[in-house]
């Protein structure tokens, strides 16, 4: 009867473990493919426009507080890339503004 049970528990283990391998397995199969398509996403971007995604790394690697998430199009831009963003008098954040006149195919790439 002993023999029974400890069979029964290392068989239930096994099919535990078993089941938690395969899941974490598949989890991590899953991320690396939506990790390739969106590293081949970004390189078709980045041949597309490539003047622009260098200007923006630029901008990235420039920017001290590693804050900035928006970006804004605009048909002229002044000198300084980098915007404060206000709302109801309150400053929330900060943006980099691109050019249509230095980037031409812009609009197209950005929706």
């Known amino acids: 009867m002993t023999t029974l049970i400890v069979t029964f528990l290392v ?6 473990a078993g089941a938690y391998f395969a899941a974490k397995f598949t989890d991590q199969r899953r991320e690396q493919e939506t990790r ?4 081949a996403r970004f390189q078709g971007v980045e041949k597309a426009i490539p003047k622009l995604i260098a200007k923006m790394r630029a901008d990235l690697q420039q920017d ?3 804050l900035v998430r928006f970006f804004y199009v605009l048909p002229t831009v002044a000198d300084n890339s980098r915007v ?3 709302v109801d008098n ?3 954040g900060k943006a980099f ?3 249509i006149a230095e980037h031409q195919d812009l609009e197209l790439h950005t929706s």
């Open 36 to 39: 390739k398509k969106d590293r």
């Open 90 to 92: 309150e400053p929330i």
């Open 11 to 16: 068989g239930v283990a096994t099919g535990a």
């Open 97 to 99: 503004q691109y050019c």
């Open 84 to 86: 404060a963003l206000w």
């Open 64 to 66: 001290e507080s590693g």
